[in-house]
Nanobody, 115 residues
Framework: QVQLVESGGGLVQPGGSLRLSCGASGFAFSTTTMNWYRQAPGKERELVAAINSIGSITHYLSSVKGRFTISRDNAKNTVYLTMNSLKPEDTAVFYC????????WGQGTQVTVSS
């Protein structure tokens, strides 16, 4: 069955960095565009970054462009989100999923940016 396991979140000070990982199984990961989403308290889930199946095309939410980098390792069925210059407004639960999203969502990983 489909599994998406996000990890790497935590508490970080403004200006800090984190690297999120998402291990995927149960579907054709290497031929699937993958996305990172986030959901802040009281807000709807939003698309943060996307990467095509071979990693040659990426797309970013305007507010994270230049600070976040999405990447993938198809040999490991893993997609990453490297986040630099973090801001308090980046605080959210981060999820990965396919594009279009699968019915299954993982548990997400909490990112808290606070001094």
């Amino acid at each position: 069955q489909v599994q998406l396991v996000e990890s790497g979140g935590g508490l970080v000070q403004p200006g800090g960095s984190l690297r999120l990982s998402c291990g995927a199984s149960g579907f054709a990961f290497s031929t699937t565009t993958m996305n990172w989403y986030r959901q802040a308290p009281g807000k709807e889930r939003e698309l943060v970054a996307a990467i095509n199946s071979i990693g040659s095309i990426t797309h970013y939410l305007s507010s994270v462009k230049g600070r976040f980098t999405i990447s993938r390792d198809n040999a490991k069925n893993t997609v990453y989100l490297t986040m630099n210059s973090l801001k308090p407004e980046d605080t959210a639960v981060f999820y990965c999923n396919a594009s279009p999203p699968l019915d299954y969502w993982g548990q997400g990983t909490q990112v808290t940016v606070s001094s």
